[in-house]
Structure formats: structure tokens, C-alpha cells
């Protein structure tokens, strides 16, 4: 089958003829249905995030965002099964350990991360193979079609669990989002949903544009004001009760922050890059001062995913409105290198797998 390859660290892309997968006896296969390509992506093809654990040993298959259809299953699989159009986290979990058996699910003590990990070659793959598929493959309602939500892979996921669980957002809280690609955009568009004042933060006036369009109740051009915090403070007559770092570089975290009132909760969602390594100074003492609470955020719990669908299926959230464009397979090496000067907006969907 044709699939993107990962041979070097940033080195170009390509897509190759692979093996195709064999159900583990817990396992399943579904075949691709469509896929997002993800900054993440980005990350693990430059070589980062080693210091997380996210650093697999070339060739490997990238991608992470997939929904797909149910091709095959192992024997010990017993809820799956061939046909269901399935969504697929990227957090793959045991279902056994102390985490999964307290709804934590997100943060398995066994956690593999599809795409980032050997254990786990990715989707940008004509066929993705899916461990303790019982538990890590969740069956799409039918009134969803599965192409449409490969809309909602990881950056959805993971903002509708930041927003939703770990702030969380409620009725008339000012919500200000750092970095509107397409996990901020996400998170602006959930907010909103959540009955938040949402307030997008960025350097481009075309992702702030987008922000509008998705709920947001005013914006600020980082490049064009000399403190984005202090604009927030003055937007909101003394800060946001929520804010996230949608990026995962200093400024963004620190402006985030900052852009605080007392007693606010900053929600990491952005992971760093090889300039930070996982550290970013803080502004401490305003911390304590403000009793301020500063959480990490990382994927969407699977016994959880019913809420997101929920609300998409009732119509008040819509991942196809964060879809900049579908591409083929054979597109997404350039779509990646793209990435590389933050040149994309929303969420490309790759939804064609072979020739």
C-alpha cells in the first residue's frame, strides 16, 4: 500500500510502496478514510520532541488524524467490527492501567502515540492499523459521515478536551486563544459553543479573519500592538478567565499568561519546539500573586469522545468548518513543508490514498 515515509529528519518526504497491516490479536485495521495533516506532523518530521518521547526511528509512516473503516479485527476484539466507520485518537491507550480505569484514559500509563512512536506506524496510509481496538476505536454515529470527521482529529479533539474539561469554559467566561492555526481555530470554535467570549490571538490577519467567522468577539494582531496581553486586559476590562497557548513557543505561553486575570486558568495545549525543549520560562510570582492555575492539556479521553459528537451531532460544532481543503496522499509532503513558514490556515483533510 502507498503511504507518507519519514527516512531522514527533514529531509523531503516521500510516499512509497509499505506493508500493509495485520491485525494484533486486540488489534483492528481500518481503511483510511480521511486524515488531517497536523503542525504535529511537522514536529515529528523535523525531529523534535524527542525529550517526549515522540521521536520514532526512520522509515516511518506519519499521520495521526485519521478516520477510517473497519477492515479487519483480531481475534480477541469484541465490540469492533468489519464495515464501522470508526474515529481514531492519536492517544492510544491500554485500557488496564490506574489512568484507564479513572476515565483518564488520555494519559495512559501505557500511552502510545500514533505516528510519533515505533509501536504505532501512522495514517497517512491507504490502511492504519489500531491497537486494543475495543477501546481505541470509536464508532462513528451514522449521521456522521467519516470523511467529514477527519475534521476532528487530533488539534479538534484536543481543544474540545481543553475547553471543554480542563478550563473549563463556562457561560460568559472571556476566553483568549494564542495562535490561530488549526488547533487554535479549533479551540475558538468550541469556546464559543461553550457560551465563552472568545478572544484570537495571532500575527496573521487571515487566521484572524477566520477566528470571526468561527465566533471569535474580537482579535489582536500580535505584530501590530507592543503587548498582546495588555490588549487583552484592556478588551476585557482586566483579563480572560481562560486562555491557551495553541502554539507552543515562549512568547505564546508567557503572552497567555499575562493575558490573565486573578484567579484565571491557563491551558497549555501547544507542544514546544527544538528552540525551547519542552522548557519555557514563567512568569512565577505573578502565578502565586494571582493564584493562577496553569494545566496541561494532551487528546481527548476515548470514553469521552460521545460529548464532541454529541455536540456535532446537534449542529453546535461543525469540524468541516475548520477543512481548508482536501488533498491526495502525494500533496502532503508539500502541505507539510508549508508548515514550515506557518504558511497554512485551518486544517488540510488528505482524503485520497492511492493512485
Known sequence: MQAVLLESFQEPLTVQDVDRPDPDPDGAVAEVIGCGVCRSDWHCWQGDWDWFGYRPDPPHVLGHEPTGRIVATGEDVESIEEG???????????GSCDMCRNGRENICENHIGLGFMNQAPGAFAEEVHIPNADINA???????????????????????????????????????????GGIGLSAVHIANALGGNVIGVDLMDEKLDKAEELGAVDTVNAREVDDAAAEVHDITNGGADVSADALGIATTCRNAVNSLRKGGTHVQIGLTTSEEEGMVSLPTDE?????????????LQPSRYSEMLDMIESGKL?????????????????????MSDYDTLGIPVCNEFSS
Open 138 to 180: 470509536i464508532p462513528l454515529p451514522d449521521s456522521i459521515d467519516a470523511e467529514a470527521a477527519a475534521g476532528c482529529g487530533c488539534r479538534f479533539m484536543t481543544s474540545f478536551h481543553a475547553m471543554a474539561h480542563r478550563a473549563p469554559v463556562s457561560a460568559g467566561d472571556d476566553v483568549v486563544i494564542h495562535g490561530c
Open 318 to 338: 461543525d469540524p468541516t468548518t475548520l477543512v481548508e481543503k482536501k488533498i491526495d496522499i502525494h500533496s502532503v509532503p508539500d502541505e507539510l513543508a508549508a
Open 287 to 299: 502565578i502565586v500573586a494571582k493564584e493562577i492555575e496553569f494545566k496541561g492539556s494532551l487528546g
Open 84 to 94: 464501522q466507520e470508526v474515529a481514531i485518537p492519536f492517544n492510544f491507550a491500554c
